[in-house]
Nanobody, 119 residues
């Protein structure tokens, strides 16, 4: 079965950086798109960005574009979210998700990892 396991969350000061990891297992992901989402308390889930596993093409949400970078390591079956210039408003639980590149909805989700940015 498909498993997505996020790691790397924590507490960081504003202006700092964190790198989240999403270890994927249970199938071949070459035809999949891997997405990152986040959800802050009392707010709707927000799209952060995505990467096409085979091509490496990325797309980002407006609130993180230019600060966050998504990459993948095929050998490790792992997707990364590098977060720079962090702001308090980036505080949220961050989720990794996967969908077939022909699909619209994400079928698989990780358990989430907390990121807290302090002033």
């Amino acid at each position: 079965q498909v498993q997505l396991v996020e790691s790397g969350g924590g507490l960081v000061q504003a202006g700092g950086s964190l790198r989240l990891s999403c270890a994927a297992s249970g199938r071949t992901f070459s035809t999949y798109v891997m997405g990152w989402f986040r959800q802050a308390p009392g707010k709707d889930r927000e799209f952060v960005g995505r990467i096409n596993w085979s091509s490496g093409m990325t797309y980002y949400g407006a609130s993180v574009k230019g600060r966050f970078t998504i990459s993948r390591d095929n050998a490790k079956n792992t997707v990364y979210l590098q977060m720079n210039s962090l702001k308090p408003e980036d505080t949220a639980v961050y989720y990794c998700a996967a969908r077939n590149r022909e699909a619209v909805q994400y079928d698989y989700w990780g358990q989430g990892t907390q990121v807290t940015v302090s002033l």
